[in-house]
Each structure stands twice: as structure tokens, then as C-alpha cells.
């Protein structure tokens, strides 16, 4: 079974800190995803990478980044947190950008 | 652009009252329909993939079906362990893009 493990279920942090978000996958999958999921608005991609060192910009970016250094590995980055970043957030994986993905438990985020 | 949409937003059922969820989808050449199960504070689970119309696939009480505009998930005599968000993606023809995701639907089965 593919196994998507991010690092924490839940984090409260303060207006403007600096917040990581962790996501290991162990299936070698060359695809990975962030998203955030709000009340009514679905799921939204965030950005995605397909290969190490990769990256592409999702539907909104905007007030975050994203690091892989390495294939099983890829980190979502709040440089400095605010409210409205307030969130349910998750991470998938692929084997192809439009295959099937798995997630991960999600990361549920308070922003005080 | 790839679109998705989700219909009820919200259904309630009781136990053992059949129904079907609707996914309605707009997509330059299709590549594939998805079907994921969420529970509350839990990722998506997958659940079906759909490649073309006419197919259907089966698991437990559910059955997903497709269609050239719409996919439908049917849920025969439902208990109340089946009450979870239903959410439907899928793949079009436009390179290594991502999936497109519907909103999803609620369902409630109230024993």
C-alpha cells in the first residue's frame, strides 16, 4: 500500500511566523501535490512538483513556496503565516501528474 | 478548462434508502474519472478510476458508472458507516497536468 505520512496533524502558529509542512511518500512516485481544503471551496492545488528540484505553480500560490531536495520528500513553506492561512492541508502523490493520487491524514493549521 | 461539478452538495439518507451522487464534468478529451472517499478530518481515500463510457466498477455497496458528460456513484441500501464526502476528479487530454476535483458531496445516513 502507498503510505503518505505528513508530519504533523495539527499546528497552531502565530501571525507571521515561518511554518514547514512535511510530506514523505515511500512509493517512489515521481508526482507530488499540496492542496488546501476549505468549507465550500473544495480542494485547491497549491503547487505540485514532478521530479526533484521541480516545481510548478498550482491555482494558489500566492503566500507560499515549496522545497524538494529529494524524491520522497516535498515541504510546503508558509514564509510568514497569516490568518487567512487558516486551513486544512494535504498532500498527494503520483506515479503520473493525472494518475490516480494518495493522500496523506492532512495537516489541520491555526494561524492565531 | 477542465470543470467539475459536484451534485447535492448535501444528501441525507436513511438507512438502507438507494440513491446516486452525480459528477457532472467538462473536459478536452478524457483520460480518466476518479472517485475518492473523505471522511471527517481525514485525507481523501480512492476509491474507483473510470477510463471510458460504459464502464462501470463495483465495490460493496457502491457502483460508479460513466457516461461521455457525467459519472454517477450509486449507493445501494447505505448504512450509516457509508456517511463520508464523495469527490470526483479527472484527467484530460492536456499534458502532465493535474487532476481537476469537484467541490464533492456530503452524504448523511441516518441509521
Known amino acids: 500500500d502507498v503510505k503518505v505520512t505528513q508530519s504533523s496533524r495539527y499546528l497552531v502558529k502565530r501571525t507571521g511566523e515561518k511554518v514547514f509542512l512535511e510530506c514523505v511518500q515511500d512509493?517512489?512516485?515521481?508526482?507530488m501535490f499540496w492542496y488546501r481544503q476549505d468549507p465550500g471551496l473544495g480542494l485547491r492545488l497549491i503547487y505540485f512538483?514532478?521530479?526533484?528540484?521541480?516545481?510548478e505553480k498550482g491555482d494558489i500560490p500566492e503566500g507560499y513556496s515549496v522545497s524538494r531536495e529529494k524524491k520522497e520528500r516535498f515541504s510546503l513553506i508558509l514564509e510568514s503565516a497569516s490568518t487567512n492561512q487558516t486551513s486544512m492541508y494535504l498532500c498527494?502523490?503520483?506515479?503520473?501528474?493525472?494518475?490516480?493520487?494518495?493522500f496523506g491524514a492532512g495537516t489541520r493549521l491555526s494561524v492565531l | 478548462e477542465d470543470q467539475v461539478t459536484q451534485s447535492p452538495e448535501a444528501l441525507r439518507l436513511q438507512e438502507g434508502e438507494s440513491s446516486s451522487l452525480n459528477c457532472s464534468y467538462t473536459?478536452?478529451?478524457?483520460?480518466?474519472l476518479f472517485w475518492y472517499r473523505q471522511d471527517p478530518g481525514k485525507g481523501p481515500e480512492f476509491l474507483f478510476t473510470?477510463?471510458?463510457a460504459g464502464e462501470e466498477k463495483e465495490k460493496e455497496r457502491l457502483k460508479a458508472t460513466l457516461t461521455k458528460k457525467e459519472s454517477f456513484l450509486h449507493i445501494t441500501a447505505p448504512k450509516p458507516e457509508d456517511s463520508a464526502t464523495y469527490l470526483c476528479?479527472?484527467?484530460?487530454?492536456?499534458?502532465?497536468?493535474?487532476?481537476?476535483f469537484g467541490k464533492g458531496t456530503r452524504l448523511s445516513v441516518i441509521a
Open positions: 512538483s514532478y521530479d526533484v528540484k521541480m516545481k
Open positions: 476528479a479527472v484527467r484530460g487530454n492536456s499534458g502532465n497536468t493535474p487532476l481537476v
Open positions: 498527494a502523490s503520483s506515479l503520473e501528474a493525472g494518475y490516480i493520487q494518495y
Open positions: 473536459v478536452s478529451g478524457l483520460r480518466g
Open positions: 512509493m517512489d512516485h515521481e508526482n
Open positions: 473510470l477510463y471510458s
